[in-house]
T-cell receptor, first 114, second 112 residues
Framework: SAVISQKPSRDICQRGTSLTIQCQVD?????MFWYRQQPGQSLTLIAT?????????ESGFVIDKFPISRPNLTFSTLTVSNMSPEDSSIYLC???????????FGQGTRLTVV | ELKVEQNPLFLSMQEGKNYTIYCNYS?????LYWYRQDPGKSLESLFV?????AVKQEGRLMASLDTKARLSTLHITAAVHDLSATYFC????????????FGKGTRLSVIA
């Protein structure tokens, strides 16, 4: 299993600023992912965070807006850049310890942009 | 491309009644998850179903998986108000090396 700590748990930010969300896993994991959940919606995959290389983004998400880092097998960050109110969402980090293993989720970061 | 459909999207049910939420998916998979989410909260893992015919029960909730029909069900027995929440199913690829794909969720409201 994997325990995932995400921080901050919530934040209120001014439009035009950027916020970096951290995701720390208590053990080395093969795969890490970032999801967005807009109000009243389901989870949408933003990107797969690749250790030591650029993240793989889903359609509709770009690196300039959502830069992602993954410097090692236990840690990743997601930055929401140049925020607007439309970025107000819950952002969730997910990890799979190994290929084919169960997926685990962090507690999420509730972001409000004003 | 893996697609996941949940229905109903909204469900209002009386306390004491039974109901089933359905989760259909488009490609072969034998790994399916059910989550609960309360308003403003993160996901709570309910069940992980890992094989055809898997059935798991916890309290008033029972989940099953039919991989041949590409269908999972979440059955609610004798609903109580505390079960009011949004329920998501999520499907994993057969290889397990991709992220989960989520259904749109079922917003359940249990009323007296």
């Amino acid at each position: 299993s994997a325990v995932i700590s995400q921080k901050p748990s919530r934040d209120i930010c001014q439009r035009g600023t950027s916020l970096t969300i951290q995701c720390q896993v208590d053990s080395q994991v093969t795969m890490m992912f970032w999801y967005r959940q807009q109000p009243g919606q389901s989870l949408t995959l933003i990107a797969t965070a690749n250790q030591g290389s650029e993240a793989t983004y889903e359609s509709g998400f770009v690196i300039d807006k959502f830069p992602i880092s993954r410097p090692n097998l236990t840690f990743s960050t997601l930055t929401v850049s140049n925020m607007s109110p439309e970025d107000s969402s819950i952002y969730l980090c997910s990890a799979k310890p190994s290929l084919g293993s169960e997926a685990f989720f962090g507690q999420g970061t509730r972001l409000t942009v004003v | 491309e893996l697609k996941v459909e949940q229905n109903p999207l909204f469900l209002s049910m009386q306390e004491g009644k039974n109901y089933t939420i359905y989760c259909n998916y488009s490609t072969t998979s034998d790994r399916l998850y059910w989550y609960r989410q309360d308003p403003g909260k993160s996901l709570e893992s309910l069940f992980v179903l890992l094989s055809n015919g898997a059935v798991k029960q916890e309290g008033r909730l029972m989940a099953s998986l039919d991989t041949k029909a590409r269908l999972s069900t979440l059955h609610i027995t004798a609903a109580v108000h505390d079960l009011s929440a949004t329920y998501f199913c999520a499907v994993d690829s057969p290889s397990g090396n991709t992220p989960l794909v989520f259904g749109k969720g079922t917003r359940l409201s249990v009323i007296a």
